[in-house]
């Protein structure tokens, strides 16, 4: 059973950075994708990054503009994600998702990953 537990959430002040990460239990393999996600209370989840495996391409929403970094350490088995200028709106549970499998592409859509983290919670005050 693949287990992801991320790490590294916490509060911070506008403008502030976090590093989230993620350990996976299950070594990824080109072709697979590895996503961040989050929920705020009261929202949909929405994708914030993805990382094709081995491909190195990475995906994000516009809203994003450049803020988060998505990147892994494959020989670890971790997953990563640098958050900087971090806003109010920015504070949801984040969660790390992966699709064991190749994949054309990935996506930022929660339906496209079958494995999830516990979350973790970043807090951005103003």
């Known amino acids: 059973q ?3 537990v991320e790490s590294g959430g916490g509060s911070v002040q506008t ?3 976090l590093r989230l990460s993620c350990a996976s239990s299950t070594h990824p393999n080109t072709g697979d994708c590895m996503g961040w ?3 705020a209370p009261g929202k949909e989840r929405e994708g914030v990054a993805a990382l ?6 990475t995906f994000y929403p516009h809203s994003i503009k450049g803020r988060f970094t998505i990147s892994q350490d494959s020989a670890k088995n ?19 998702a992966a699709h064991f499998g190749r994949s054309v592409g990935c996506s ?5 990953y079958p494995n999830w983290g516990q979350g973790t ?3 951005v005050s103003s």
């Open 121 to 123: 919670q970043v807090t």
């Open 52 to 57: 094709w495996v081995g491909v190195d391409n």
């Open 2 to 4: 693949v287990q992801l």
């Open 37 to 39: 996600f989050r929920q």
């Open 78 to 96: 971790m997953l990563y994600l640098q958050m900087d200028s971090l806003k109010p709106e920015d504070t949801a549970m984040y969660y790390c």
């Open 15 to 17: 403008g502030g950075s």
């Open 108 to 112: 930022l859509r929660d339906n496209a």
